[in-house]
């Protein structure tokens, strides 16, 4: 498949992913989504990739939300013969890999909901954060409400939600929406060297690791902690388990296999 709406480079283990639609500050169309599926299939399945980025192209917007002008004149018998938006849990949330997303500028309704589909945020300084849906007389439709509430709790979701009130990047670091804030002219940087980070770490330890940490919002604490260590016990039969405890002992850096 060849991209028209998304840029896709692989620097070295690393897969960064740039939605390039600056004219409509990078608004969610179906093509991007479409696009965006196949990248994160080929990020999951390729062996030499071990970590992606998603950033927006332009230094306004992440993404400005879903393509308002694609929905405008939809009938709603249309969106739910569609079941619009589900391709994004489907593809892109489904990613078994870990992801990070990159936001600078506008992050709004389905663009604030993306961010929050990754494994976790870095934002630049100039990030702004929202669920405006309210004013167009929707609401979230890509798993904004539950995220945003699991991310930042009751009283900030509700209000966002219900104001369309945008969180600045400042105040998104304070309500733990994001994991950290960097000066804009260094976010790519910053998160291409976490991204690397995390490529370097034993590949099926990350993905069990990711899935550890998204059980705590699937699942109530005991079931949390049962599938908890039931990964971690699978874990321990790997190969990467044995060099990495023999390397810690023999004090060395560990040698992976990814098995
Ligand atoms: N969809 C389609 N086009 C969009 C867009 C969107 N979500 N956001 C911006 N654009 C387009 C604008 O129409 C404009 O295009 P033209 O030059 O052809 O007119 C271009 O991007 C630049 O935008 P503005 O001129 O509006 O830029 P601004 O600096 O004046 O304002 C902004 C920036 C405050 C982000 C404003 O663009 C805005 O409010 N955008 C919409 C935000 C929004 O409501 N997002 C939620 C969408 S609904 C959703 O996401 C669905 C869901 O979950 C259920």
Do not use: H
Not at 8 to 13: F, G, K, L, P
Not at 14 to 33: D, G, Y
Not at 55 to 60: D, F, H, L, N, R
Not at 102 to 121: N, P, Q, S, T
């Amino acid at each position: 498949m060849s991209y028209e709406t998304i840029l896709v480079e692989q620097r070295d283990a690393v897969t960064l992913i740039t939605i390039n639609r600056p004219q409509a500050l990078n608004a969610l169309n179906t093509q991007v989504l479409a696009e965006l599926s196949d990248a994160f299939a080929k990020y999951d399945a390729d062996p030499s990739q071990r970590c992606a980025v998603l950033t927006g192209s332009g230094e306004k917007a992440f993404a400005a939300g879903a393509d308002i002008k694609q929905m405008a004149d939809k009938p709603a018998s249309d969106f739910f013969l569609e079941d619009f938006f589900s391709g994004w849990q489907r593809d892109v949330v489904a990613t078994r890999k870990p992801w990070i997303a990159a936001v600078a500028g506008f992050a709004l309704g389905g663009g604030c909901e993306v961010a929050m589909m990754a494994d976790f945020i870095i934002a630049a300084d100039t990030a702004k954060f929202g669920q405006p849906e309210i004013k167009l007389g929707v609401a979230p439709g890509m798993g904004g409400s539950q995220r945003l509430t699991r991310a930042v709790g009751k009283a900030k979701a509700m209000e966002m939600c219900l104001t369309g009130r945008m969180m600045d990047a400042a105040e998104a670091e304070r309500a733990s929406l994001v994991s950290r804030v960097v000066p804009a002219a260094d976010l790519l940087d910053e998160a291409l060297k976490t991204a690397a980070t995390i490529a370097a770490m034993p590949p099926m330890a990350t993905m069990i690791n990711k899935e550890m940490v998204n059980l705590a919002f699937e699942s109530g604490l005991n079931q949390g902690v049962l599938s908890e260590r039931r990964l971690f016990q699978i874990l321990t039969a790997t190969e990467d388990k044995m060099e990495g405890m023999a390397a810690f002992v023999e004090k060395r850096p560990g040698v992976w296999k990814g098995r």
